[in-house]
């Protein structure tokens, strides 16, 4: 099967979780990338059946839009029931390194908001430890050189993502070189250099639940 193909598995598997629970007052957060959209696509036939949702990002609002899905303000919402989004790197602890579409930070807030975090994957996405994929880290824009030497004295190679403007106004480093044994601690350590927004590690709000999809099927983890 096609990458693309098991993104699709994964975006119904995660349509199929959450149907049985859909009625007039849910409001569902949904996440940002190809296999959200996905999810957005085929939840969209189902529109009829739940409220409406959080977005986090502005794409995922105006896909949501299009669909006819009433989009929220996440400060009209005390707390969500769901969260699906993609990530760029899974594990079966559940641990996930986000952000590759830069939306990472709406991301987490959206995340924190939410009962129930149900990651969707495809298997290429899946690694025993984090860090094949360059970490991305959402900066203020002056504290762009800062934040990277502070990187370099925790053991990362930070590149700056060149043209890139998050949707809140700031820039994306993306950090390389780094065997990401211990995800909580380097999420905090992250997060305390200051200048720093947020980094696309999800460890210390987690997933719950990861659909996998490989050719064998989608697989769950659950927490
Ligand atoms: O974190 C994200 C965006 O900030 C995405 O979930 C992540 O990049 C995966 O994207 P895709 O589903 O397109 O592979």
Redesign the pocket.
């Known amino acids: 099967m096609t990458q693309d193909e098991l993104?699709q598995q994964a975006a119904q598997a995660a349509v199929d979780e959450i149907e049985k629970d859909l009625q007039d007052d849910v409001i569902i957060g949904v996440?940002?990338?190809?296999?959200?959209n996905m999810f957005i696509d085929l939840l969209a036939k189902h529109k009829h059946k739940f409220q409406g949702a959080v977005a986090s990002s502005e794409a995922t609002e105006l896909r949501l839009k299009e669909h006819g899905i009433e989009v929220f303000d996440l400060n009209e919402v005390t707390m969500l029931d769901v969260y699906v989004?993609?990530?760029?790197e899974v594990t079966q602890e559940l641990n996930l390194t986000?952000?590759?579409?830069?939306?990472?930070t709406r991301?987490k807030i959206v995340a924190a908001v939410s009962k129930k975090f149900i990651c969707i994957a495809d298997a290429s996405k899946a690694v025993e430890t984090l860090g094949g994929f360059a970490l991305p880290v959402e900066v203020i824009p002056m504290a762009r050189s800062y934040v990277s030497r502070q990187i370099v004295k925790l053991g990362g190679s930070p590149v700056y993502r060149e043209g890139v403007v998050t949707d809140n106004a700031n820039v994306i480093i993306d950090v390389h070189g780094l065997k990401i044994t211990d995800p909580k601690d380097l999420e905090i350590k992250l997060n305390n250099i200051v200048g720093v927004v947020t980094n696309g590690l999800f460890a210390n709000r987690n997933a719950d639940l990861l659909l996998l999809a490989t050719d064998d099927g989608v697989k769950r983890f659950e927490a």
């Open positions: 993104k996440g940002t990338g190809s296999t959200a989004d993609g990530a760029d986000k952000g590759g579409g830069f939306a990472l991301e």
